[in-house]
């Protein structure tokens, strides 16, 4: 009698876990139908995301070209990062990019992301989609920037000449008039400012590179010098602007300034590199006004490098051009100027551009100065994608 009256309620309590399993069922299928619907929505959401921020970034890097192409390129990186083909989507994605400004005036970019998902489950329960949305916001403060182009005659050899104008044109774009402001000096035997620092720069600085002449020295430190009157120069910069130098060169610093056993002079013109090359020989000396040959037998010269000698010869003159410029680097930095440095050609002292632009791949890098970058452009032909990667890359740091 106890085994049956046992057997009895074990039959009992398997019909009731029986009975709650298939009450039950239907809500346990439910939150399983949500947990993947709303799975796949959460993908959706990542993508839509990644997408939203990849276009924003893109449109404020490109805004100096304008709106309607700043549209469009943010448009194409939509199509790359978010899979439109994908068999989830109920219906066509969508972006919008909408322009306004800060309470700086300094430009804003708003994307808005849509998509609509098809459902598996929950449409049993009259939901056959599910939409997602994201939005991402990007801004950059205003840049004050010095852009200090090399115009010795070694352009001439090594097709730089020719390439320097549209490289330069390219690299404009990327900064918007009204906004930024801008300002270009070039260097040979002596530097000049072409283009003074404006918020109207891109007319003015493409006529100028067009009309350069490339002839003489390598007076990089004179072009810094200009480029750190130059920035400085601003009067009243917005409080969240950031300032910029961009330093090309095809070849070693090579001309130093000092008041010589002759006066005032400008001199080297060659470095070892360039001489073995043929391109220059010998030391020169230069009128500081306007680069014109002057007559001077010095035989010693002010190093400034501690590991120099004084005499006159192009070796040590160059290690000390290069020696100035780095040093003049960092008080600009310590002015708050981030340097950039672009290289040409196999005549270059990458190790030195390196250290004049505090990049941190230099054995010389000091991580609490401003950071830069130094490029390379092995030939003409690689010299405006080298420019559009600097560009790129300094906007790339200043977009939020």
């Known amino acids: 009698m106890h ?6 309620a074990a039959g009992k309590e398997s019909g009731q876990i029986l009975l709650w399993f298939a009450l039950l069922l239907p809500l346990l299928l439910l939150f399983v139908g949500l947990g993947i619907d709303f799975g796949f929505g959460f993908l959706t959401k990542t993508e839509l995301a990644k997408a939203s921020d990849a276009v924003s970034l893109a449109v404020m890097r490109n805004l100096g070209q304008g709106e309607s192409t700043a549209t469009s390129i943010g448009q194409s990186m939509f199509a790359l990062n978010y899979n439109a083909n994908s068999k989830l989507n109920a219906s066509a ?15 804003v970019v708003n994307v808005a992301t849509s998509a609509k998902i098809n459902t598996f489950f929950i449409r049993l329960a009259g939901f056959k989609t599910l939409t997602v949305n994201d939005s991402s916001q990007a801004t950059r403060p205003p840049v004050i920037l010095s852009l ?71 007076y990089a430190q004179g072009g810094l010098l200009d480029a750190q009157t130059q920035v400085q120069s601003v009067s009243s910069p917005p409080p969240n602007a950031v300032k910029v130098v961009v330093f090309f060169t095809d070849g070693w610093a090579n001309t130093n300034q000092d008041t010589l056993s002759c006066g005032l002079v400008n001199y080297g013109g060659c470095s070892p590199v360039e001489q073995a090359v043929g391109w220059c020989s010998g030391v020169s000396y230069m009128s500081p006004t306007n680069g014109n040959p002057v007559s001077c037998k010095a035989s010693t010269f002010p190093a400034q490098d501690p590991g120099l000698s004084n005499s006159i010869n192009i070796s040590d003159i160059s290690t000390d051009a290069k020696y100035r410029a780095v040093q003049l680097a960092d008080t600009m930095r310590a002015q708050g100027t981030t340097i950039y440095s672009i290289g040409l050609g196999d005549k270059i002292d990458e190790t030195y551009l390196q250290e004049l632009a505090n990049d941190p791949a230099s054995d010389q890098y000091n991580p609490s100065e401003p950071s830069g970058i130094a490029a390379f452009a092995p030939t003409a032909s690689d010299l405006d994608t080298v420019f559009q990667t600097v560009a790129s890359k300094i906007l790339l740091r200043l977009t939020q």
């Open 93 to 107: 994605p969508t972006l919008s990019i909408a322009y306004s400004s800060d309470s700086y005036g300094d430009p």
């Open 3 to 8: 085994l049956i009256r046992g057997l009895n």
């Open 148 to 218: 200090v182009l090399d115009k010795s005659g070694s352009m001439n050899d090594n097709g730089g000449a020719t390439a320097l104008p549209s490289s330069v044109t390219d690299f404009l774009g990327y900064f918007i008039n009204g906004t930024d402001r801008l300002g270009e000096i070039s260097f040979s035997s002596i530097a000049t400012q072409d283009v003074a620092i404006s918020q109207t720069f891109q007319a003015p600085i493409k006529a100028s590179v067009n009309s350069l002449s490339f002839a003489g020295a390598t």
